[in-house]
């Protein structure tokens, strides 16, 4: 059987216990924001540290010149640059045939389509 003195020990102890659980779970949900925080500081410190890597590339003229002559096809005026084209190329870039008609005339063609829609079996 419990005494007196046990159950109002057991009492404290509860109402310690049941004081204790709010600030603990905020300290805890406090400590996972402050984790999340850090881990988006990481992420943005990673994000500044690779623009300013491309800013630096960008300022030095040989890179701004190979790309210029790589991507944008530039050249000097005195040189003469070819393009090389293999037809593997041509294939892989999907590129279709140009349409036999004009393309009014499939436009007209998906009116009368529409204008006379199929039966649909005695709905």
Known sequence: MLTSRAAI???V???IALSLAYPLREYVLQRSQIAALQADRA???ESVRAFQEREEQLTRDEYVEREARTRLHYQYPD???YI???PQDEDEDGL???PSEPWFETLW???VAADSPQPDGGI
Do not use: D, N, Q, Y
């Open 9 to 11: 020990l057991a009492l």
């Open 13 to 15: 102890v509860g109402v």
């Open 43 to 45: 992420r943005m410190e």
């Open 79 to 81: 040189e003469i640059t």
């Open 84 to 86: 090389v084209i293999s």
């Open 96 to 98: 279709e045939s140009p």
């Open 109 to 111: 063609r998906s009116v």
